[in-house]
């Protein structure tokens, strides 16, 4: 069973950078559609970012010109490097990935992240 383990959360002033990354335990790990979400206290969770294999990548329209989302085959790695963070921007993040094969869909998820932005 492949895991994904997040890291790169902490706390960070509004303005600041933060870069997080999501390692699959397994090598190789192929997989088709990379996306990033994150879940703010009482709220349900939402996609930030995501990178199909061989597409466009795809962003919320709140983290648009701010957050870039990308990732390295070769080392099973997938990143979200944050810009001009907000307070708004606090949150847990997840990686998570998909693999699909025919009809059937592998879902991984990692554990997450805590990202906080103070004001």
């Known amino acids: 069973q492949v895991q994904l383990v997040e890291s790169g959360g902490g706390l960070v002033q509004a303005g600041g950078s933060l870069r997080l990354s999501c390692a699959a335990s397994r090598s190789p790990f192929r997989f088709d559609y990379g996306s990033w979400y994150r879940q703010a206290p009482g709220k349900e969770r939402e996609l930030v970012a995501s990178?199909?294999?061989?597409?466009?990548?795809n962003y919320a329209d709140s983290v648009k010109g701010r957050f870039t989302i990308s990732r390295d085959a070769t080392a099973n790695t997938m990143f979200l490097q944050m810009n001009s963070l907000k307070p708004e921007d606090t949150a847990v993040y997840y990686c998570n990935a998909k693999i699909y094969q025919g009809r059937t869909v592998e879902e991984y998820w990692g554990q997450g992240t805590q990202v906080t932005v103070s004001s």
């Open positions: 990178i199909p294999n061989g597409q466009a990548t």
